[in-house]
C-alpha cells in the first residue's frame, strides 16, 4: 500500500531467535517484526476505521441534506457518537485513525495510518484492502511455521533446502 510515496508492506516470515510466526512491516525508514496477533489486530483495526469514515460521512451528509444543520453542529453531534464507539482491544502496529474531513465542501472518508515517523492517508477502500494483505500476511506466517517444521522431519532436506524454498515462496507474496 503506498502511502506519502512509501510502500508500507508486511509479509510472512519467521522470528530469527525463537523460530516462530512473525510478520515483518517494511514502511520508508521503519522495519518491525511483529506477532500474527498484532498483525490480526491491526487488520481488525483498518477494517473499523474505513467502516467508521463510511458511516462518519453518511451521518455528516444526512445531518446537512436532511436535517439542515451546520457543519458545526453535525460535528458536535459526530463527536458524542464517536465517543460513544467501544473501544477495541489488543495493540496494533500502527496509529490509526478515522476521519471525515470537508476540504472542498463536500464531506470525504479518510483513514490516517502512522508509525514513528511515518504517516499516511488512504480511502476506506484502500485501508480494506491493507486489512486483508495484513490478515494474508499473519496467516501465511503461522503456516510458514507449521510448513518449515514438517519439512524440517523429511531427511532428504537440508535446512538450506528449507530455506530456499521459502525465499521462492516469499517472492511471490505480494
Known sequence: MTTDGHTASIRSTVHPDTGKAACLLSWGT???????????????????????????????????????????????????????RPTPTGTPALRIEALAGIRTGTPRALIHIARGS??????????????????????????????????????????????SIFTSLQSVQR
Do not use: N
Open 30 to 84: 521503519i522495519t518491525a517484526l511483529l506477532t500474527p496477533d498484532t498483525a490480526l489486530t491491526t487488520a481488525r483495526d483498518l477494517m473499523a476505521a474505513a467502516a467508521h469514515a463510511d458511516s462518519d460521512v453518511t451521518f455528516i451528509r444526512y445531518c446537512r441534506e436532511t436535517l439542515k444543520t451546520d457543519l458545526r453542529t453535525a460535528g458536535f453531534m459526530l463527536r458524542d457518537i464517536r465517543a460513544g
Open 118 to 163: 511515518m504517516k499516511g492517508e488512504l480511502t476506506p477502500g484502500e485501508a480494506r484492502t491493507m486489512a486483508l494483505h495484513w490478515t494474508e500476511a499473519a496467516v501465511a506466517a503461522q503456516i510458514d511455521v507449521r510448513l518449515r517444521y514438517v519439512l524440517g522431519d523429511i531427511p532428504q532436506l537440508t535446512p538450506h533446502d528449507i530455506d
